[in-house]
């Protein structure tokens, strides 16, 4: 079955670093999104991104996010200036549109 | 304000046992909700997916239920397994396909 892969699984970091979180979406998957889990809290949306722009963030996603589809295949998002806040997992995911979504297992980063 | 909420917070039960988990939501105008299962230190998964006119919807010992006249569904896991200990998460997507997400129930089986 297509996944969406994460890499890495484990990121930690200084904080004040810059963080490049990775994904390879599902292929013929047009819809790529970013959430975030802080350890025992909701899952909580920051960014949608469609035809190779954002089409919707939320408030969280501020000056410190952005995400880019740098080739076919890979969809990043990056945090600069990490915080220790910015702790937490966060999980990408694709879909062909409403309403099936497939999540990556994710990327744990920790900000030290 | 668009909400879910769900109960219990947290579960355990012996292996073999079924149990039901609830969700209610505020959410309008709905699109569809949505349950997921998220183990641990992993991504969600999802089990189903309903809309409107649909009451309930089974995925192997699975079964969810709608009532979108009370805003309410449910998750009924049939002769639990181990590898059902996970959290399991109601998600509420509306007409604009935001998703407002419930802060999930902690299930754990028991041997």
């Known amino acids: 079955e297509p996944e969406v892969t994460q890499t890495p699984s484990h990121q930690v970091t200084q904080m004040g670093q810059e963080v490049i979180l990775r994904c390879v979406p599902i292929?013929?998957?047009?819809?790529f999104y970013w959430y975030r889990q802080i350890l025992g809290q909701k899952v909580e949306f920051l960014v949608s991104?469609?035809?190779?722009?954002?089409?919707?963030k939320s408030e969280i996603f501020d000056d410190q996010f952005s995400v880019e589809r740098p080739d076919g295949s890979n969809f990043t998002l990056k945090i600069r200036s990490t915080k220790l806040e910015d702790s937490a997992m966060y999980f990408c995911?694709?879909?062909?549109?409403?309403?099936?979504?497939?999540f990556g297992s994710g990327t744990r980063l920790t900000v030290v | 304000k668009n909400q879910v909420e769900q109960s219990p917070q947290s579960l355990i039960i012996l292996e073999g046992k079924n149990c039901t988990l609830q969700?209610?939501?505020?959410?309008?105008?709905?699109?569809?909700l949505r349950w997921y299962k998220q183990d641990t230190g992993r991504g969600p998964v999802s089990l189903t997916i309903?809309?409107?006119s649909e009451n309930t919807k089974s995925n192997g010992r699975y079964t969810a239920t709608l009532d979108a006249d009370t805003k309410q569904s449910s998750l009924h896991i049939t002769a639990s397994q181990l590898s059902d200990s996970a959290s399991y998460i109601c998600?509420?997507?509306?007409?604009?396909?935001?998703?407002?997400w419930g802060a999930g129930t902690k299930l754990i089986i028991k041997p």
């Open positions: 969700c209610n939501y505020t959410v309008s105008p709905f699109s569809n």
């Open positions: 995911a694709s879909s062909e549109g409403e309403p099936g979504y497939t």
């Open positions: 991104f469609y035809n190779n722009e954002i089409s919707e």
């Open positions: 998600v509420v997507s509306d007409s604009n396909y935001q998703l407002i």
């Open positions: 292929s013929n998957h047009l819809y």
């Open positions: 309903m809309t409107f």
